[in-house]
């Protein structure tokens, strides 16, 4: 009884928490501009099918890849054991689904287990390199400090977990052997990993000895889950859960073409219409916001974008194949999304210690957090979308921003502004009109 009420007050304090942080997440995305991504649903279900549950874009580079996916299906997996620990910790049963599902149940308990032998592997793998192997793409100057620790206790999480997997299993395969498990019975549950490696570990250990390992195991094993679910709000882990609405609401048109500036647009429209009466006043809202050229601060941003922040797996795969950064200029993809998603997190708790309210603090994102000459380095080639496993798009924020420096604050290089007073005055990039480009035809 005591034990069934212990799981169920952690169980209410984890999923608490966890609803908690969620709303505060749900809370800073909504800050975003309004953006309409509900066109295409077929399409829309299609990319989050392939690219956030299939995993597709991953297949890129083959062997992280398939070790990705070895904890990826783990992950998922293992939540169906999840669901009888949940009815075995409330009630006080012990493996309750094991007669009604028969040999069914110890199939997928043994997948359970091989996936995780796949996923230990994959996960020693990857702390390796990070820390052993040193690839360059994971060990830039923007995951100096906390997103280093962050990756490596995330991976640590993950081992601990599996251990307390194969220690519960483990554990109470040589009770059961014994006839003295919590499952009435003796033989062996034949799961295909803890059937040799429980024996083999635990078969000198006394029966008290054995009931306490089985306990730590799976008492662990329900903590960790608890604590990797909140541990998500403060880790790039959250594309775990935000990978599929990020997928559903990605950018589905064409790469390269840029949105255009309703007001802007309605003005060129004007401007070309024979029609219209270029002496009429124009109806202007005097309680209305003015409307804003580009973005200077997340709030500028749109709702999708902010989403991108929170979905960022700061994988790097953009970075190591932007132009830019490769020729050695500022701009990295990976850090324009981490920059975003710190400015985000500022303003909320700003929004926090306000009582609901955001206080100007006198940041912002550009400058405080962005330079222009990060955003002056971009090509515009979509490297970056293209590279990102999640349709993320960093481009869509460098290009709102550079739309703020250029619309609101004439801040544009010089270079940029001489091509575009060239094109006012002489209807070409260069210094001279495109009637002189003719000239070579009089020549002799």
């Known amino acids: 009884m005591l034990s069934s009420i212990i799981f169920i007050a952690l169980t209410a304090v984890g999923f608490g928490f966890f609803a908690l942080n969620a709303k505060k997440i749900y809370r ?92 230990l592997t994959a996960t020693i793998f990857f702390l390796s390199r990070r820390n052993l192997l040193k690839l360059p793409r994971l060990n830039m100057k923007e995951l100096l400090g906390w997103p280093k620790k962050d990756a490596n206790l995330i991976l640590m999480m993950e081992l601990i977990l599996v251990f307390c997997i194969f220690t519960m299993n483990g554990a109470d395969e040589v009770l059961f052997n014994m006839g003295k498990s919590h499952y009435e019975g003796q033989g062996s549950f034949g799961f295909a990993v803890s059937q040799h490696i429980g024996p083999a570990i635990f078969g000198s250990f006394s029966e008290g000895s054995l009931h306490i390992l089985e306990r730590v195991g799976w008492w662990g094993h329900f903590i960790m889950v608890l ?4 541990y998500l709000y403060f880790s790039k882990h959250l594309h775990i859960l935000l990978a599929f609405p990020n997928t559903y609401f990605a950018d589905l048109n064409p790469m390269g073409q840029f949105d255009n500036l309703e007001s802007v647009t309605n003005e060129v429209k004007l401007m070309m219409d024979p029609n219209a009466d270029p002496f009429a006043a124009p109806v202007v809202d005097e309680n209305a916001t003015p409307s804003k050229f580009g973005a200077s601060d997340v709030m500028d941003l749109n709702k999708v974008q902010l989403l991108n922040a929170y979905s960022c797996t700061e994988c790097g795969r ?48 550009l400058n405080d957090y962005i330079t222009p000459e990060e955003l002056w380095a971009c090509n515009t080639c979509n490297s970056c979308v293209e590279e990102c496993p999640i349709d993320i798009s960093p481009l869509s924020i460098i290009m709102d921003m550079r739309r703020y420096l250029v ?33 070579w035809k009089d020549e002799n």
């Open 227 to 230: 604590a990797f679910l909140n």
């Open 28 to 119: 800073n995305i909504m800050l975003g501009q309004s953006v309409n991504r509900t066109d295409r649903s077929a399409d829309r279900w299609k990319n989050m099918l392939l690219v956030a549950f299939g995993q597709k874009k991953m297949f890129a580079r083959p062997v992280p890849a398939l070790l990705h996916l070895a904890i990826y299906v783990a992950f998922m997996i293992t939540q169906i054991e999840l669901i009888e620990i949940f009815i075995d910790g409330i009630f006080g049963t012990h493996r309750i689904f094991k007669d009604s599902l028969g040999g069914f149940y110890t199939f997928m308990i043994s997948l359970i287990e091989i996936l995780s032998v796949g996923a």
């Open 407 to 439: 619309m609101e604050q004439s801040a544009a290089p010089m270079e940029l502004n001489s091509m575009m007073s060239n094109i006012e005055n002489n209807g070409a990039p260069w210094q001279y009109s495109q009637m002189d480009r003719l000239n």
């Open 318 to 365: 953009c970075t190591s194949a932007c132009p830019a950064n490769i020729t050695g200029k500022k701009l990295s993809p990976r850090a324009i999304m981490m920059k975003t998603r710190d400015r985000l997190e500022e303003v909320g708790r700003n929004i926090d210690a306000n009582k609901g309210t955001f206080v100007e603090d006198g940041k912002s994102l």
